[in-house]
């Protein structure tokens, strides 16, 4: 029995960390690195749910909504009150707005990958995974770029979750039985190097999950070249009178 409830301890372990990050962000700026720890933590958590459930024939209906639900709270409202926090409170209503629509879309990028059929090897719009792994990592940069800078980027990475643009699927990349006995010394480490490096940490996460949320506009504006460039022919094939 226990064995069966393990991909859903992981999930709610995922929202425990989402809202221990919501926690630590509103302590001050000063735990705002642990709070961004916190939610890359939950992404280990969350990458390892449906992967377990597979392995174990434990999928369900119910596992499946209670990863939704805890989606939105760590990699939608956790890295909102993080911006929220070091950025955006200086903006007054603004600020709150801004905040508001990224756990929104967030939320409406799940119900739509609950109800729609999908594209096998592909995600339609950025997971809200990694939208909101960064998010949490770049609040980090919050002395480096200025405010507008980084309020457009939260409202692009909301864009791009309700975007149909596809992205490449690594959840269903499956992981032999006998490794899974590594899986909590490998999560103890990254919370080991997480705790020891707490400002490299976020940090060096960031670099892959920007990487994958710029292929998305990078594979936009390839299509609207090949829109553009198919116009153009029929305009070209068309006899003048």
Same mark, same amino acid.
């Given at each position: ?18 809202? @221990? ?30 992967? &377990? ?12 909504? @209670? ?6 709270? #760590? ?23 801004? #905040? ?9 990028? @799940? ?17 809200? #995974?990694?939208?909101?792994?960064? @998010?949490? #990592? ?5 002395? &480096? ?97």
């Amino acid at each position: 029995m226990f064995v069966k409830s393990l991909p859903n301890i992981l999930t709610v372990s995922n929202l425990f960390l989402g809202i @221990l990050a919501i926690i630590l962000a509103f302590q001050g700026e000063h735990y705002v690195d642990y709070a961004a720890i916190t939610v890359i933590i939950g992404m280990l958590a969350d990458g390892l749910d449906g992967r &377990v459930a597979r392995m174990l024939n434990a999928q369900s209906e119910f596992g499946k909504e @209670l990863d939704s639900l805890s989606d939105v709270i #760590t990699f939608g409202v956790a890295p909102a009150f993080i911006m929220y926090v070091v950025v955006l409170q200086d903006l007054n209503m603004l600020g709150i707005i801004i #905040t508001a629509i990224f756990p929104i879309c967030g939320a409406l990028r @799940l119900a739509r990958f609950n109800v729609q059929a999908g594209v096998p090897g592909y995600f339609i719009g950025l997971p809200i #995974t990694a939208a909101g792994g960064v @998010l949490a #990592t770049l609040a980090l940069y919050h002395q &480096v770029f200025n405010v507008a800078l980084l309020a457009a980027s939260m409202l692009l990475l909301a864009f791009l979750m309700v975007s149909k643009i596809k992205y490449p699927n690594f959840k269903k990349v499956g992981i032999p039985k006998a490794a899974y006995w590594i899986t909590p010394i490998i999560i103890a480490i990254v919370v080991l190097v997480a705790i020891k490096y707490p400002e490299q940490f976020p940090k060096i996460v960031f670099l892959p999950l920007a990487v994958y949320a710029l292929y998305g506009i990078k594979k936009n504006i390839e299509i609207l070249i090949k829109k553009i460039r198919g116009r153009k022919k029929k305009e070209e094939s068309v006899p003048f009178e």
